[in-house]
């Protein structure tokens, strides 16, 4: 597959193209890049599709709601010499205490060791792309609800989750590595390594279908029901796109000619 974070739909019948863009959910500002090619495009669209629609005002509630885990705490998941050696580093990488956190989700806590490794005040595509849509007053929705995400994260067992913080965490360099090696791909638009990534990683190998390939396939009636009636801007996590089940290989099952855009 060609190396690209935008894609064109077409044919099959649809009147008019859509768009399939693969974002990165948090960069530093200077590898956020708005090219010429990409605003036309943006621009000639109708509607803006995310994972989630992260416009909405409630979204910072319902997500502290969801984070929050079912009848377990971390000091549960972690004997008392881990917790502490956890919270110690948290509160040295992030300047958080994990007191505070006691009952999210372990992966809500990604995010944050991601943000440290990063050095930079990070930037979001998905941010970007709705302030954009908002100026032009184009539509935004969602092509799942942010409850039907972050339960995916009470499938996955709690202890996992746990010990993949606890790895990140005292093993810094290593995570700054890791995340390194992603944007360096990501800005190459190598999505085919980016997929291949995503389904190596160890806290991913078990759950592909509950993290990826479900949810691509819940996807594409949306995508369908849209690209019929009017030019959509689909904007998703990257490592969705390429694949023998990522999002572009089930479009051109269904009879669409997806492309790539340079």
Same mark, same amino acid.
């Not at 649809?14 to 708005?34: E, K, R």
């Not at 992030?94 to 007191?99: D, N």
């Not at 184009?138 to 039907?148: D, Q, R, Y």
């Given at each position: 597959?060609?190396?690209?974070?935008?894609?064109?739909?077409?044919?099959?019948?649809?009147?008019q193209?859509?768009?399939?863009?693969?974002?990165?959910?948090l960069?530093?500002?200077?590898?956020?890049?708005?090219?010429?090619?990409?605003?036309?495009?943006?621009?000639?669209?109708?509607?803006?599709?995310?994972?989630?629609?992260?416009?909405?005002?409630?979204?910072?509630?319902?997500?502290?709601?969801?984070?929050?885990?079912?009848?377990?705490?971390?000091?549960?998941?972690?004997?008392?010499?881990?917790?502490?050696?956890?919270?110690?580093?948290?509160?040295?990488?992030?300047?958080?205490?994990?007191?505070?956190? !006691?009952?999210?989700?372990?992966?809500?806590?990604?995010?944050?060791?991601?943000?440290?490794?990063?050095?930079?005040?990070?930037?979001?595509?998905?941010?970007?792309?709705?302030?954009?849509?908002?100026?032009?007053?184009?539509?935004?929705?969602?092509?799942e609800?942010?409850?039907?995400?972050?339960?995916?994260?009470?499938?996955?067992?709690?202890?996992?989750?746990?010990?993949?913080?606890?790895?990140?965490?005292?093993n810094l360099?290593?995570?700054?590595?890791?995340?390194? !090696?992603?944007? !360096?791909?990501?800005?190459?638009?190598?999505?085919?390594?980016?997929?291949?990534?995503?389904?190596?990683?160890?806290?991913?190998?078990?759950?592909?279908?509950?993290?990826?390939?479900?949810? !691509?396939?819940?996807?594409?009636?949306?995508?369908?029901?849209?690209?019929k009636?009017?030019?959509?801007?689909?904007?998703?996590?990257?490592?969705?796109?390429?694949?023998?089940?990522?999002?572009?290989?089930?479009?051109?099952?269904?009879?669409?000619t997806v492309?790539?855009?340079?």
């Amino acid at each position: 597959m060609v190396s690209a974070t935008l894609w064109e739909i077409s044919g099959n019948g649809l009147s008019q193209p859509s768009y399939l863009f693969g974002t990165f959910h948090l960069l530093c500002p200077g590898d956020l890049v708005i090219t010429d090619t990409m605003m036309q495009k943006f621009k000639a669209s109708k509607k803006l599709y995310l994972e989630v629609d992260l416009s909405d005002p409630n979204t910072g509630m319902k997500m502290m709601q969801h984070l929050q885990m079912r009848d377990t705490t971390l000091h549960d998941l972690y004997d008392s010499l881990t917790y502490q050696q956890v919270s110690d580093s948290l509160e040295r990488i992030a300047h958080i205490k994990l007191e505070m956190f !006691n009952k999210m989700k372990p992966f809500g806590l990604f995010s944050v060791v991601m943000m440290a490794a990063l050095d930079c005040q990070p930037a979001s595509w998905e941010l970007q792309l709705i302030t954009l849509a908002k100026k032009d007053s184009m539509a935004i929705a969602g092509l799942e609800t942010l409850e039907s995400q972050l339960a995916i994260f009470d499938t996955i067992p709690y202890q996992l989750q746990a010990e993949q913080l606890k790895e990140m965490v005292f093993n810094l360099d290593s995570t700054k590595r890791e995340t390194n !090696n992603l944007i !360096n791909l990501y800005k190459e638009k190598n999505i085919n390594e980016m997929n291949e990534r995503a389904i190596s990683d160890p806290l991913m190998r078990n759950y592909l279908d509950l993290i990826l390939y479900n949810r !691509n396939t819940n996807w594409i009636p949306t995508i369908e029901r849209n690209i019929k009636t009017q030019t959509t801007f689909f904007a998703f996590g990257a490592g969705h796109l390429a694949g023998d089940k990522g999002v572009i290989f089930l479009l051109r099952k269904r009879g669409y000619t997806v492309k790539p855009i340079n």
